[in-house]
């Protein structure tokens, strides 16, 4: 990266910091582990609208995108669980299957390796457990 970049990069993370101080001081010392269920999942139509039809009208659809995604994510490995957990939560919301869920983490094993697999795997069902758990 460039010098200009990771300042106006820095930058942006202060000013991120200061929003969060300012909309509510607690966060400040708040835990990020299973940040991401903080966060909503995205309508499968808004996904579609802003992914599959904004950025390539006549390319992928917003699913196909997130498997993508998904793939992708597998093979960073740990690093990239909460990603990784609201990607699986935006493919529930956009009718993936857990048959091509788990078929596109076990594909992954041959660029990430089987331990980078066996986490994803283990990620996707603790998210589906938790979606079912809030279902009841």
Do not use: C
Not at 45 to 58: I, K, L, P, S, V
């Amino acid at each position: 990266m460039t010098e200009p970049f990771t300042k106006m990069f820095q930058q942006m993370v202060e000013q991120g910091q200061e929003m969060v101080r300012a909309f509510n001081p607690a966060l400040d010392s708040m835990q990020f582990k299973a940040f991401d269920a903080y966060m909503p999942t995205v309508p499968a139509d808004m996904m579609e609208m802003w992914f599959g039809r904004t950025f390539n009208r006549d390319g992928l659809d917003s699913k196909t995108r997130l498997l993508v995604t998904l793939a992708a994510l597998t093979v960073m490995g740990a690093q990239a669980e909460p990603q990784m957990r609201l990607t699986i939560r935006h493919l529930i919301e956009a009718g993936a299957t857990k048959r091509e869920v788990a078929e596109v983490i076990t594909q992954m094993s041959m660029f990430g390796g089987v331990p980078a697999m066996t986490r994803a795997l283990e990620i996707a069902q603790s998210v589906y457990d938790d979606t079912e758990e809030q279902s009841e």
